[in-house]
Each structure stands twice: as C-alpha cells, then as structure tokens.
C-alpha cells in the first residue's frame, strides 16, 4: 500500500518489512483468497451483474497482493542484477492498486446499474481513467530502496499512484452515498466497511512501515463481504441445491431488464400429508426431483416452496419440448410417490405477456389461487385473458386499500321481518365500497379479492366498527331492533385473534353484546373448524349469538347445525326460491325446516321477493322473512327513515 515518506518532501509508498511475520499474512490474504474462489466456482451461478462484479473484484484483489510480495521478493532479491526487472514490477504493483479501486467501485456500480449498457459506460470510463493512471505511472520516474530489512519505493509514480487510487476510493463512497435509496443498503454497508478497513491499514503501514498490512486487509475486506453478500448458499436451497425464491427473484429482474426473452413454469405437488410429516416427505420428494431432473439446457430450477418449484427456460425454440420433458418426468416421479401424489402445472409461454418480474411473481402466485385441483393432468397455460383478469383483480386489490385508508367502505342494512310479532326485529349488515367518484363497487368484485389476500380481516373490522358505532349513536333498539347480523368470511373464522378483537371493538363503544349476531358459513366451520368454535366459545361468554348463513350451499348441511353452537339458520336465497319452482325441493324444505325447529332454533328465509312467497313463508311458519319485498339493502340514513315510518 501507499505511504508518505517521513521526511523533507519525498513521497515513500509501502515501506515493507521483510521479515516472516509479514511474508506469511501475504500467503494467508492469498490463500483466503484461493480458497473463497474456488468455492465460490464449485456452485452454479446466475451470472447476476453482482456476482460478476464480485469476481472481478476478488480476482483483482489476488492479483494486487500477488504483486506485492513478488515486488517484495524482487527487491531483495534481484535489485542488485536485475533493476529493469524490479522496476516492471513494482510499477505493475503500483497499478494494481488503483486497480483494486476501480473494481471496488465497479462491484457497487453492479449494484446499483442494472441495465448492462449503463454498466458497459462505467466500465469504458473507470477503464480509461485506469489506463490513463498506468500510462503516467510507467511514465514517471519511480525510487526502489532497501535499508537493512526495511524496503520500500518512492518518487512522483507512487505520489500518482495515491492519486488515481484515491481518486476510485473518494468516487465510490459519493457514489454509494449519493445511491444509497437505489442501491442495496446491506451491500452499500459493506463496501463502505471495506474501504474503511483498507484506509485504516494504509494509515498503520504508513506509520509503522516494517508491518504489511494493506493487501492483508483488503483480502479480509473481501471475505467479508463474500459472507455477508456474495456466498452462493445465500441462493441456493440446503435441502435440493437448487437455486431458492431470492435467487428467482434476483435472475428474473435480470432478465426483465436485459429484455430477454424467456418461459417460466410451475410444478407443484399435493402429497397428501399429514402436519405430523412435520415437512420430512416433502423435503424428501424435493430432494428426489432435484437429484433426479434430467440436465436441461438453458433452463435454471427454483424451489419456491416445500412443495413447489420453478423453471426458467431461455431456449425459446426449443421450449415446447423441454416443458413436455419435464411433465413426463413429473408424471413417472409421482406415479411412483403413489395415487395420494398430485403434481399440478402452471405455464408462462412468454415472459413479455407482464411488465417486469414482479408482476410475473404475483401472476404465477394467482394462477396457483386459481387451480382449485391438484391432478396429473393439471396444466394451465396463462394467457393474455388471464393476465388481463389478474390485473382487473390487482386494480381491485389497490382499489380496496385506498378505500378502506380513505373511509370509502360503508355498511348497508337489509331488514329482517318477524313473522310472529309482525314487525322487523333486526338487519343484516352487508358492505359496500364506493369509488373515488361516489359510485358503488359490487361486493363481489372486492370480497373475494379481500378474501385471497388476507385484506378481509381488516375490511371485517372496519365493518363491524361501523356497525357497533351506528347501533349505540343511534340507539336502534328504540326501534325495536333487537340485534344486528354480521357476517364473517371463511378467513375471518380461521383467524385465532377474532374473538379479542371483536370483543374489544364492542368495548370500545359500550354496546350490550345481545345486539350482535355473527354469521358463520358451512364452508367456514368446515375449513377451520376447531378455531371457529374457540372463537365462538369466547363470543358466546361474552354475550354474543350467531346464525349459520347460507344453509343449502355448503357442505353436510344438518350436520353444521347438530355441530355448531347456533340460534338461527338462514335458507339462502337459492333455496327459498327453489321451494316454489321445484317440487322435490319444497320436500327438502320443508324436512329441514321440521327437524331445525325440533331442535328449538329459528329460520331466517332470504330472498322473498313477492307477497306470494311472503305469505307461504309465513304459513311454513318461517320465523324471520328477508328479502327485496320489504326492502332492499339500505344506507344508514335511508335504513334509520325505514324503520321510523314502518315501525
């Protein structure tokens, strides 16, 4: 490394020692060096931007010390008899050094740039600006000296050698100030961390010049920021060797910015396992289909997931293949896991059909949200109607999130008519979302999106604050009011934190939990079972009621209500209207309706539409009527004026 020399005005750089001691952390940084290259080939590589960067860096790095234990060797041993020699390679040293600087710059620039021509634009101008530094040094008359074990150079190359060096070193931490927002803050960390450590030890050396510690150094600099950010493992799975989700991520933003075409599929697998596998058989099928894969050209495998993986194919003439290939390996592996064994395929013909990788990821991932079957035969090739249905979905997600931030969710109230007391007694609560321009969104546009999202947890909240706040402002119990239905989503029910959260809500407003009823769904209680009835118990001790919506959709009908702790079951419309078109179907009712009342549990019917239907309802002895006869869902105010004038 550089330093001054300690007196008048001569310049001295790296005045060595050539004792054991310094020979031998030269050999060390070498050997550091070798080590962490050759393990570094031993993995496959994406060939990322950083990674090139990194080797440069690193095969930089082993040059520089290299050269400077041989200028070491050659001034001791060759400056009597072979000064020309010693002087080639002390100068070779001297640049090698401002090369370190500009491959340290260089690696961030990776980082940051990952348009390959804007990188091609550094590497010219860093390579100039190093060429034109080793023109001037090799032009510059340079001083070899060697005063009993201590040997070192000075004179006007090293003074330029301090320059361009420090020129490189003062260039990349702006830089990496200057791009700390675009560039990986880790990275950025590191680097700055390095050329610290390799600062400090020229600052040591220069003051205690009989310790070699600046190409000691800059091999550490480099080790670490091999293991902080440059080891292969960080990319691969330690269970396949395959490459693993950060990897994906990384060479498909690579290969969006270089505009390259490429396919993209999906495999995954339903082993029909038990969480007591605790993951082993899937660890075990996916070591399997790794160590098994057939050697595919120009295609890079992905595990994504315990029971997935992706494949990236850059050989689009000859991509048909390579994926019929590939299914006929699938196929042949999961005919020998055994019939409980389903592999199901998603398949991108072109990358191109999306704008960049991150909306490529969040298509794959829909496509998998759609694919309800896992079979041997389930393969779905996204097109450009299914693309354009998940970005109307994606708008709808954004749509969501805007509206419930911006207060844009509302809650309408459908009355419900009791029978026996000739009047209505409650309301259903359903949201309803509105535009930026006031217009009305279709629940079914927006709930299913919220419900594949996890957004529906949040949207059940502020539904339900909403109607705890409208029940205590406006007292509708004075109305005769005495509860108010509100429904929970198949998420909500599996959602272990329910019941604090609703009981919260209520305390927060005060209301008497005898004005709550919760709906539940036969497809709820059966999807998460055991926590829909913690939930409910808590509830229930609380003071809260609830109802089975929906009965006639789900699945094992009755057995929900023998099962589930409920008061009401609701007819879903579809079966009040059967009732009066389909005569088996009026059998079927008409047994439910017997066997519901036998266990001392009221009926509501949805869907009544006519006086017709209304008066036969009445005469089943339905308990609870509700449907667009009496009124359709309601705003507040609207749903506050209907019950003044009707009750």
């Known amino acids: 490394m550089l330093r001054q020399k300690r007196r ?36 496959e590589s994406l060939r990322l931007n950083t990674q090139i960067g990194f080797q440069a860096l690193m095969l930089c790095m082993l040059l520089c010390i290299f050269l400077d234990m041989l200028s070491i ?25 401002v090369l370190v600087g500009f491959a340290g710059f260089w690696y961030e620039c990776t980082d940051v740039y990952e348009d390959k021509k804007k990188l091609r634009q550094v590497a010219v101008t860093g390579g100039v600006a190093w060429l034109s530094g080793c023109c001037v040094i090799a032009g510059l008359p340079l001083g070899i000296y060697k005063m009993g074990r201590v040997v ?26 200057a791009k700390r927002k675009q560039a990986n803050y880790r990275r950025s960390q590191v680097i700055l ?34 293991f902080r950010l440059e080891n292969p493992e960080y990319l691969a799975d330690a269970v396949t060797g395959l490459f693993n989700q950060d990897g994906l991520l990384l060479y498909a933003r690579k290969l969006y910015n270089e505009k390259k075409p490429f396919s993209l599929m999906s495999i995954w697998w339903n082993l029909g396992i038990s969480q007591a596998d605790e993951g082993a058989r899937e660890q075990a099928v996916m070591a399997a289909f790794a ?9 890079r495998v992905f595990k994504m997931a315990d029971d997935e993986v992706w494949m990236i194919f850059e050989d689009m003439e000859h991509v048909e293949d390579t994926v019929e290939k590939v299914r006929s390996f699938v196929e042949y592996g999961r005919r020998e896991l055994g ?50 249905q998940m970005r109307k979905e994606k708008s709808m997600e954004q749509m969501l999130d805007e509206a419930m931030k911006e207060d844009r969710i509302e809650v ?9 007391a000739k009047k209505f007694v409650s309301a259903e609560a359903l949201v309803r979302m509105r535009d930026r321009d006031g217009n009305l969104v279709p629940p079914g546009a927006f709930i299913a999106v919220a419900e594949a999202n996890g957004k529906i947890l949040q949207l059940g909240e502020i539904v339900f604050e909403k109607v705890c706040r409208f029940f205590t402002k406006e007292q509708l119990e004075q109305y005769g009011l005495h509860y108010i239905e509100v429904n929970l989503s198949v998420v909500q029910c599996g959602y272990p934190g329910l ?3 609703y009981i919260g809500i209520m305390e927060k407003y005060q209301i008497n939990p005898r004005y709550i009823n919760l709906e539940i769904t036969e497809s709820a209680s059966m999807a998460a079972k055991k926590t829909l009835l913690e939930n409910m118990r808590r509830l229930m001790e609380y003071g809260v009621c609830f109802s089975l919506d929906d009965f006639g959709t789900g699945q094992s009908n009755l057995n929900y209500i023998v099962d589930m702790p409920v008061d009401i079951v609701k007819f879903d419309r579809e079966m009040s209207q059967a009732f009066f078109q389909d005569e088996k179907a009026k059998y079927v009712m008409n047994a439910a309706m017997q066997m519901i009342h036998g266990m001392k549990l009221k009926i509501v019917s949805e869907g009544i539409e006519t006086e017709e239907q209304y008066l036969a309802m009445e005469e089943l002895s339905i308990d609870y009527i509700q449907g667009y006869y009496f009124s359709k869902p309601l705003p507040e105010a609207a749903f506050l004026a209907f019950l003044q004038s009707r009750q």
């Open 152 to 177: 070192y150079t000075a004179g006007p190359a090293v003074m330029v050698t301090y320059f361009f060096t420090g020129m490189f070193i003062l260039v990349n931490i702006v830089f990496t100030l």
């Open 499 to 501: 019941a604090d959260d």
């Open 412 to 420: 309408f109230y459908q009355p419900i008519f009791s029978t026996r």
């Open 73 to 97: 060797w050659a001034i001791v041993r060759l400056l009597l008899d072979h000064r020309g020699t010693v002087y080639v390679i002390c100068k070779a040293y001297l640049m090698s050094i």
């Open 339 to 388: 019939g409980m064994a389903q592999a199901a395929f998603t398949y991108m013909p072109d990358a191109a059909m999306v704008g960049d990788y991150q909306e490529m990821v969040h298509l794959m991932r829909y496509a998998r949200w759609k694919s309800s079957d896992h079979s041997a035969t389930n393969f779905k090739e996204v097109d450009f109607d299914f693309v354009e």
């Open 8 to 43: 008048s005005t001569v310049s001295v750089l790296l005045k060595r020692s050539h004792s054991n001691m310094n020979i031998q952390a030269q050999i060390c940084g070498i050997i550091l060096l070798v080590i962490m290259f050759l393990f570094y080939r031993r993995y």
């Open 291 to 299: 160590r098994r894969l057939p050697k595919l050209d120009n295609t």
């Open 193 to 226: 961390s390095w050329l610290a450590l390799w600062f400090a030890a020229a600052v040591v050396q220069f003051f205690n010049n009989e310790l070699l510690l600046v190409g000691y150094a800059g091999a550490l600099g480099v080790l670490v920021i091999f």
